[in-house]
């Protein structure tokens, strides 16, 4: 849902596709789908997430380097691309970081809020104007989770991997990676 920065330097997915997409993807997980499905995703690989107790799959074939969001039964979930973590491992402690941040930021539950009952998903314009907000505060807060572990390495790939998109943005109504890098930066300076 949130924390999709693509694998390649452009965004893959147009503006208006993209909450489609993302049930997609996770509705691959088998976890927006029935009883039956849900228990096939328990068998889906997972990995230790250090920076918070939420059940982090790894997957291959997720086209997003990582992604949050809630299991058929409302339980936060986190998506870790495979690649990514094996490639990257420095990146990939700042991605699971930052998702477990749009967890305890409120991010997630914030999106399945709905306009009026709470029914179902907040439809997408709803949300969208506060994403790039959302992402920043998730960086943030993701520097402040690998400060407090000592962990330098996964600030600073994730500093590199955002100057690597220069002026692009990061995502549909997302910062662009320098935005990303600078608020990095100002976030690993303060205590």
């Known amino acids: 849902m949130f924390s999709m920065v693509q694998t390649g330097k452009k965004a ?6 993209l909450p489609a997409l993302l049930m997609v993807a996770i509705a691959g997980l088998g976890l927006f789908c029935g009883s039956a499905q849900a228990q096939k995703s328990r068998f889906l690989p997972t990995t230790e997430n250090p ?6 799959y790894k997957l291959r074939d ?30 990939g402690r700042f991605l699971m970081a930052h998702e477990c941040c749009h967890h305890s930021l409120g991010h997630v539950r914030r999106y399945r809020e709905g306009p009026g009952n709470g029914d179902g ?15 920043l505060d998730a960086d943030c807060c993701a520097v402040k989770m690998l400060k407090s572990m000592q962990e330098k390495d996964g600030i600073d790939a994730a500093h590199m991997s ?13 910062p662009t990676g ?4 600078d608020n990095i930066l100002k976030c690993t300076e303060q205590d």
């Open 178 to 181: 320098i935005e990303r890098a």
């Open 12 to 17: 893959w997915v147009s503006d208006l596709r």
């Open 51 to 56: 920076f918070c107790e939420i059940t982090t």
């Open 162 to 174: 955002m100057l690597e998109f220069g002026s692009e943005h990061t995502g549909a109504y997302y």
């Open 121 to 135: 998903p907040r439809p997408f314009f709803y949300i969208a104007p506060a994403l790039k907000q959302m992402e």
């Open 62 to 91: 997720l086209a997003e380097q990582a992604l949050s969001s809630l299991d058929s039964r409302g339980r936060p979930v986190i998506a870790v691309n495979a690649t990514t973590l094996l490639n990257k491992p420095a990146y």
